[in-house]
């Protein structure tokens, strides 16, 4: 009689949905809100008006950083934008006011992705690798991803280090779209971008993103060169950027059907929740009650892992509607990676 032998049984882990924030991407040169526009040096040429106006309304204690800065804008009228631009001896006052909230963005972006080629030219540092064999690598378990990865990140840290790893990640909404059909945003880990992305252009007309191999940060003036390539189209084509300021919703209006899934995916697939660098911040209404409404109607939730550093952000907003399933980690990303991987978390 021939034994049949028995199969070894696979190690089974809870569906994790990660959240990454802004200390996610530090260690790879990212900046924090508090340091974007700090350097006048930073800003290219043609938008170091936008630091003027920053620094003055800084020294006269409106302003504390480019979130503040940027509600201070919003909050302006055309006419005194254009008169507080024209104080500073610049031509063409009101056309630069007609274009304030576009150039700030253009400005933090090309500062947030300079400084992340400072640091990562080389490579990104060993403990992103790390991450992804220890949190990544063991969930996939190859074509079947058994998690998920949802950001408020413009930057390409995260696609770099699961390129990187994987070869391969995945942008979940039907609306996104691999420009020039590029093959590694077909299949992989679901990526749920929903501040949108450096490397994201958006087409009206189609109501479409199209999601490019490389950051379009650098190159400012390159991007008026692209068209919609669908066929009849041919529409120019635009950022996908949800700008820090607590009026968010115009801009989230472009990526609503990629919210709904980010909701579905942390309402009724996360057993468990690890946030890494994200701060919660008072002024981003719709990403807190997201969270909250997913979150707290999820009955399958056992808990939600945080990775703020020696910090208490989000610990209160959690724990005042999941109680005792929130732990505080008090770790950095590195020590914490370092640490612990899926199979031994505390």
């Not at 947030?112 to 080629?117: G, H, K, N, S």
């Not at 952000?313 to 020590?335: H, I, P, W, Y």
Request: net charge positive.
């Amino acid at each position: 009689m021939k034994l049949k032998r028995s199969k070894k049984k696979q190690p089974t882990y809870p569906y994790t949905v990660f959240i990454l924030g802004a200390g996610f991407s530090k260690d790879a040169g990212g900046l924090l809100i508090k340091d974007l526009l700090a350097q006048k040096a930073d800003i290219p040429e043609d938008y170091q008006y936008i630091w003027d106006l920053y620094e003055r309304a800084k020294k006269r204690g409106i302003v504390t950083d480019v979130e503040s800065f940027m509600d201070y804008l919003s909050g302006l009228s055309f006419l005194e934008l254009g008169w507080k631009i024209k104080r500073l001896k610049k031509r063409k006052s009101f056309v630069m006011a007609s274009k304030i909230y576009s150039d700030t963005i253009i400005a933090v972006l090309n500062i947030l992705e300079r400084a992340i080629d400072k640091v990562s030219s080389a490579g990104l540092p060993n403990f992103y690798s790390l991450f992804a064999d220890k949190f990544l690598r063991l969930l996939n378990g190859g074509s079947h991803p058994t998690n998920s990865i949802v950001t408020f990140n413009w930057d390409v840290v995260c696609e770099q280090m699961l390129l990187d790893g994987f070869k391969h990640l995945k942008y979940p909404s039907d609306q996104i779209k691999p420009y020039e059909d590029y093959v590694g945003f077909r299949k992989g880990i679901n990526v749920f971008k929903l501040h949108g992305s450096s490397n994201w252009l958006y087409c009206e007309k189609c109501n479409t993103i199209y999601a490019f191999e490389q950051s379009l940060a650098h190159d400012p003036t390159k991007i008026a060169s692209y068209r919609c390539p669908k066929p009849g189209c041919r529409k120019a084509l635009a950022r996908t950027i949800v700008p820090p300021t607590w009026e968010k919703t115009t801009y989230v209006n472009q990526l609503k059907a990629l919210w709904k899934l980010a909701w579905n995916e942390l309402r009724e697939k996360a057993h468990q929740v690890i946030v890494l660098g994200y701060s919660f911040s008072d002024r981003d209404l719709l990403a807190r009650y997201l969270i909250f409404t997913a979150l707290a109607g999820n009955q399958n939730l056992k808990r939600v892992i945080l990775v703020n550093g020696n910090s208490d952000d989000g610990e209160s907003f959690l724990r005042g509607f999941l109680g005792d399933k929130v732990k505080n980690m008090r770790a950095t990303f590195a020590d914490f990676v370092s640490s612990y991987d899926i199979k031994n978390l505390p």
